[in-house]
């Protein structure tokens, strides 16, 4: 089995990208997947999240792998978190002067697809988070995924925006990576008592149809307090609401998974 490598992506922050990467990559390595998460923020949330805010591997952080001379051996970038079976390449603020400094290497929009794919035989999910623009560093996420997961904050209007990320999926698709998927999209910090976050949803689903998940993620506070003590909220606090959800999300992907596997196979 060759790992289905998963763009976390939408170009506006606060829309629940790190989260979703955190614990649906933490839920899936629970269920006994083998998953890598690759921060891509030069915030570097999603590192801080896992308890490993200043950590590198020795060979360093995405950004030493992103921007050497020559495409490096990836393996030595990834380290292990507390999660059993959930790898980590980290990142930190070096990878601010990413974007610039790549400009002038060779591949520059397929440098983390060519890292990525070193590692298709070592795991079974392999989650990048993007940073909040469509700078380069998206741009190599989308350019390295087979899909992308679009995360929408149910409380904003949220199809405001997407035209440009609809646009950029469109052109990456006609240029470097044809066969980029959607893995879905995600409504998040969803409210289902008020009303714009029902006319939000129905928004959603009217636009992306069935691309949109079943599972929505709740505004819980348990999601926002995890990172602030280095863990997935399913470890956390498994029996929170948010917690759940993940966990249903993970249980979603993976019953469309075995579903198209078992059509695949006969
Ligand atoms: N479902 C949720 N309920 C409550 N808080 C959330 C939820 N999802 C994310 N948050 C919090 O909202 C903030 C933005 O989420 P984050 O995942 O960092 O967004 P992004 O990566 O898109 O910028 C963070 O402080 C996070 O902890
Ligand atoms: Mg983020």
Request: glycine share 8%; hydrophobic share 40%.
């Amino acid at each position: 089995m060759s790992a289905r490598i998963v763009a976390v992506a939408n170009q506006k922050g606060g829309v629940g990208k790190t989260t979703t990467a955190i614990n649906l990559a933490a839920s899936l390595a629970l269920a006994d997947r083998r998953v890598l998460a690759i921060d891509t923020d030069p915030q570097a949330n999603l590192t801080s999240g896992l308890g490993l805010k200043g950590q590198a591997a020795p060979s360093g952080t995405v950004y030493q792998a992103l921007t050497a001379a020559t495409i490096p051996d990836f393996a030595a970038y990834v380290i292990e978190t507390q999660v059993s079976g959930l790898s980590l390449v980290p990142s930190d603020r070096h990878l601010t002067g990413a974007e610039l400094e790549m400009i002038s290497l060779d591949h520059r929009e397929t440098r983390l697809r060519e890292l990525t794919h070193q590692l298709l035989g070592d795991y079974d999910y392999i989650f990048i988070d993007t940073p909040p623009s469509l700078g380069l560093l998206t741009l190599n996420g989308l350019v390295a995924a087979d899909t992308v997961l679009i995360p929408l904050h149910s409380e904003y209007f949220a199809l405001e925006g997407l035209a440009d990320l609809v646009t950029t999926l469109q052109r990456i698709r006609a240029s470097l990576n044809p066969d980029l998927g959607i893995e879905g999209v995600l409504l998040t910090m969803h409210d289902g008592r008020t009303n714009l976050s029902q006319q939000v949803s129905r928004d959603i689903r009217d636009f992306f149809k069935d691309k949109v998940f079943d599972t929505v993620v709740p505004r819980n506070v348990r999601l926002g307090e995890a990172p602030s003590h280095g863990l997935p909220a399913i470890l956390y606090d498994v029996k929170s609401r948010g917690a759940e959800a993940y966990v249903a999300l993970a249980k979603e992907i993976l019953g469309r998974d075995s579903l198209a596997s078992r059509s695949t196979h006969g």
